[in-house]
């Protein structure tokens, strides 16, 4: 029988989870693992914003599912996953100018 996880040992392997999976959508061959240690990583790779979008749904249905988060519990941390680990969006400038 499997071992059952404190929330702390929950949350860090959602760190996990959900960096990989960005690394996945963004179409980067890098995991977690990779990047562990370095300073600044975030900022050496890049995602689209429609990657970026994608993302963030995966992680919000994610943290529902695993961390029995409510929909808006888990938004609110995927916008603070964004601010910490959040990989830079590629096509921001041209994306910004379609908005307006």
């Known amino acids: 029988m499997a071992k059952r996880l404190s929330r702390e040992e929950k949350r860090e392997k959602a760190v996990i989870d959900l960096i990989n999976q960005m ?3 963004a179409g980067h061959d890098v995991t977690y ?3 562990l240690g370095k300073d ?3 900022q050496e790779y890049s995602m689209t ?3 970026g979008e994608e993302f963030k749904k ?3 249905k ?3 599912k ?3 988060m409510r929909a808006y519990q888990a938004e609110r941390e995927m916008m603070w996953f964004n601010v910490q680990w959040g990989l ?3 096509d921001w400038q041209e994306y910004n100018k379609n908005e307006n």
Request: no cysteine.
């Open 23 to 25: 690394f996945i959508i």
């Open 33 to 35: 693992d990779d990047v």
């Open 40 to 42: 600044n990583w975030f």
């Open 49 to 51: 914003v429609e990657q």
């Open 58 to 60: 995966w992680g919000k």
């Open 62 to 64: 994610y943290l529902m």
């Open 66 to 68: 695993n961390l029995g």
């Open 88 to 90: 830079t969006y590629s």
